[in-house]
């Protein structure tokens, strides 16, 4: 099969020095990791549901923050407001403080996609690699560091002082490394944060991550002409960067 | 011979989470490094004698950023504004812009102590391992690459906009990792870092590095009560925490 970026590519890749990663979803498996750990804590309980209920407030959680509803808040602290919602509802009210504190901090145990670890490691040979996420910093390095993800560094919503898609985000890693946002490719599983990047000036490249979402709930993928380039995973984005 | 960190240990390392690191002179060698530099690309100068002046005008920039004399500044720009300074004084005015922004990024390509990168792999398996220095994320980031320095996280003055010895960035790092003061541990070759760190409730390790200054100018290294340990160098250090 041809890859798609052949159709899409409209970026001069050689202008790219920094690699800025999405993380939930992009390179970690948030659903799979949180239903597998709900099985083994929790097994009376949809594991599914409950990574898909908890995944459902994050973005109305973080628009009541830009909305200036809520002060800045770290993701930490929404995701515990969205538990906090979501344990009468699935029968887990019972729980102890530290019950709760640990379950919130499955979000610093995410594992990775099955190419992910390998393939930052190729492309951290030609390119500075960061995260840029909506998880705050501490969050990102206790999960990295678990996860053997070896980022160049680790920059944050909480750096910036603003959720994605909030142009800041993406100019900012621009303005931190110095270099103009052509220079920058935001690597992503999600149109709308492609599309805010695009905005700023950055490159871009969609990955397929049509399990996302659970097994039984396949995504679609199908590559779009507005991002450079489109990939199966992130070892097809590394050959098609030539690393 | 017994480390000194027998007589002066005060804290307790088995409450360590992070190991924040000072940069300059802690981890790489800037006297060397720019030295070395100088040497290849203008041997008429006395490299000794302009990386000591370039570095003795960083301390005084900083003070005019924190005064408010000067607005918030970068380092890669203070090192600009000293060395447009330093230029005149060294026979080096003829220098075109391209030339004095390939220079001034020398500390971009500082080089790691020997010890470096293998103690910090050591020390990495066991703890967080961050850089807390005046050098900006940039900086940081394109020299730890090129060194080779397996961060978990690069934390900066550019993050805390303040410049150490400010409280801010001793408790930034607690706050970011959402720690206690004294789960964070400061290793850095200066007293006056080690003391403002340690007036916030951080732990403290003081590390040898002897010649800094250069080979023909030897510190005083001699340890001091005040610090939770005393290395001879990163490894030394690796040795006393147990990695």
Chains 1, 2 share one sequence.
Not at 140 to 165: N, Q
Not at 180 to 195: G, I, N, T, Y
């Amino acid at each position: 099969m041809n890859s798609p970026s052949i159709q899409n590519a409209q970026g001069d890749h050689r202008a790219i020095q920094v690699l800025a990663f999405d993380i939930f979803g992009t390179v970690v498996d948030w659903h799979g990791s949180i239903q597998k750990e709900m099985a083994e804590l929790y097994p009376q309980v949809d594991g599914d549901a409950f990574a898909l209920a908890w995944r459902k407030g994050y973005q109305p959680a973080m628009a009541r923050v830009m909305q200036g509803e809520l002060p800045w808040t770290l993701i930490d602290d929404l995701h515990r407001l969205i538990l906090d919602g979501l344990l009468p509802e699935f029968g887990l009210d019972h729980l102890s403080e530290a019950q709760k504190k640990y379950l919130n901090r499955v979000w610093h145990r995410l594992q990775p996609w099955p190419d992910t670890v390998e393939a930052l490691h190729r492309l951290k040979q030609k390119y500075i690699l960061c995260t840029l996420s909506n998880g705050n910093v501490n969050l990102l390095t206790r999960m990295s560091k678990s996860a053997g993800l070896p980022w160049d560094c680790i920059l944050s919503a909480e750096v910036f002082h603003a959720y994605k898609p909030d142009p800041k985000t993406y100019l900012g890693v621009a303005r931190i490394f110095d270099v103009a946002p052509h220079a920058v490719m935001l690597v992503a599983a999600h149109h709308d944060d492609l599309e805010g990047a695009k905005a700023c000036g950055l490159q871009t490249a969609y990955v397929e991550r049509p399990q996302e979402l659970g097994l039984g709930r396949p995504k679609d993928v199908s590559p779009r002409a507005a991002h450079d380039l489109h990939a199966h995973d992130l070892n097809d984005l590394a050959n098609q960067l030539g690393c």
